[in-house]
């Protein structure tokens, strides 16, 4: 079994001590990291500095009956990550904050801090600094990543005119897949047999879509490669449909995509009829997928095109003709922003524990 120290034997400043012990500063930019008020960053004139933060709270983005804390220290990281790709940077520095609730231990820190150092020395990113703080409700984690542009090659959600081509890449879908199979297995663990393990063969790549997401910096750098710049851009958290009517509103555009280029992988087709549930309607609203989506000018049909892992999905419009997915049998359909949202109404977490009081 594991040992449990208690984070208190330690203190905060122990439990800072031991979670960054080893840290190396890999960037230029980062001038010095953790050890006083502030760290202290330095960025050539010739970049613009990104900033993005990201906040994670147990039993509203997370459940650790079945989220590992390791995967999940990694996945917080690979979030941030992912959108600083998404304006077209690469992602530099975090900062780490955690709220700990006396559950945690100083091993289950050390799990999560590994996490996150492993998405650090994979993506090349240097931990500067953060907060630690005890919590009554559990675990609370927020990170802010720093990343750095270069000038006039950041891409931003209002560029997308009409005639341009909608792209992303990987395939849609999987993550969310993975969460309904990690969900159906809590309830049927929970009513049957503890020592019961689930069988996931032939799933694992749902679950891994949904535990270790990986950010799309490969595509950055090809898009680089190519001398593509997208004229929008943004990465697939909440879902596509939801993603595209961003981009479409903040750039004063309509669109038009085909159901039947939405790229999906073949077990979250067999996952999404195995849970009766309409497959495409998962690829669009499911979320998690930490894919890119952007546009590009009609000019670069031909590289887009033969980019491997990118698919071209539909086009931009004029705004009068709204935003809409043309299904396999040429209906035509208004996108709708069903996915994910926990500040709506029925997911609400405070209504939610109001009501079970
Ligand atoms: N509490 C807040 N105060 C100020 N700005 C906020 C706050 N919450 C979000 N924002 C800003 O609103 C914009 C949209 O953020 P939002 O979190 O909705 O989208 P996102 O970053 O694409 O999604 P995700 O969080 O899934 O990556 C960002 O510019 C963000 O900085
Ligand atoms: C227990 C549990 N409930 C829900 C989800 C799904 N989920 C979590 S974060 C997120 C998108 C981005 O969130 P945000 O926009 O708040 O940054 C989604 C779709 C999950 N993985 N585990
Ligand atoms: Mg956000």
Not at 10 to 27: C, Q, S
Not at 250 to 277: K, L, W
Not at 331 to 352: M, V
Request: with cysteine; aromatic share 6%.
């Amino acid at each position: 079994m594991i040992s449990r120290t208690e984070i208190a034997t330690l203190g905060e400043f122990g439990l800072i001590r031991r979670l960054t012990e080893g840290m190396k500063l890999k960037n230029k930019s980062s001038q010095y990291g953790i050890g006083d008020d502030a760290a202290v960053l330095s960025y050539p004139a010739n970049k613009e500095v990104l900033v993005t933060t990201d906040l994670l709270l147990e039993g509203v983005h997370f459940d650790l009956i079945y989220v590992p804390l390791k995967h999940l220290g990694y996945k917080s990281a690979i979030v941030n990550f992912s959108d600083i790709y998404a304006m077209n940077g690469i992602p530099q520095q975090i900062t780490v904050s955690l709220g700990l609730s006396k559950r945690f231990s100083i091993e289950d820190m050390e799990e999560l801090y590994a996490g996150i150092r492993l998405a650090c020395e994979e993506y090349n990113v240097d931990i500067v600094g953060g907060d630690t703080s005890s919590s009554y409700t559990g675990l609370t984690i927020s990170i802010t990543c720093i990343g750095e542009g270069e000038k006039g090659k950041v891409v931003y959600r209002n560029g997308a005119r009409e005639t341009d081509l909608i792209c992303v890449t990987g395939d849609l879908g999987a993550a969310y897949m993975g969460l309904q199979l990690l969900e159906r297995e809590k309830s049927v663990l929970r009513r049957v047999d503890k020592e019961l393990q689930p069988d996931f063969a032939g799933k694992e790549y749902l679950l891994e879509r949904q535990l270790k997401p990986e950010a799309r910096r490969d595509i950055i750098e090809k898009l680089a490669e190519e001398g593509i710049k997208p004229t929008a851009m943004m990465d697939v958290s909440d879902g596509l449909s939801s993603e595209l009517l961003h981009i479409c509103t903040q750039s004063n555009v309509g669109c038009r995509i085909y159901e039947e280029h939405i790229p999906i992988d073949y077990q979250t087709a067999v996952m999404a009829e195995e849970f009766n549930m309409n497959l495409t309607t998962c690829a669009l609203n499911g979320g998690e997928d930490y894919e890119l989506l952007f546009t590009v000018p009609i000019a670069d049909h031909e590289k887009v095109s033969e980019m491997e892992g990118v698919k071209l999905i539909g086009h931009i419009t004029k705004p009068d003709l709204g935003c809409a997915l043309i299904t396999r049998d040429g209906q035509e359909f208004e996108l709708k922003a069903q996915g994910w949202n926990p500040l709506k109404e029925e997911s609400h977490a405070t209504e939610k524990s109001e009501e079970s009081k």
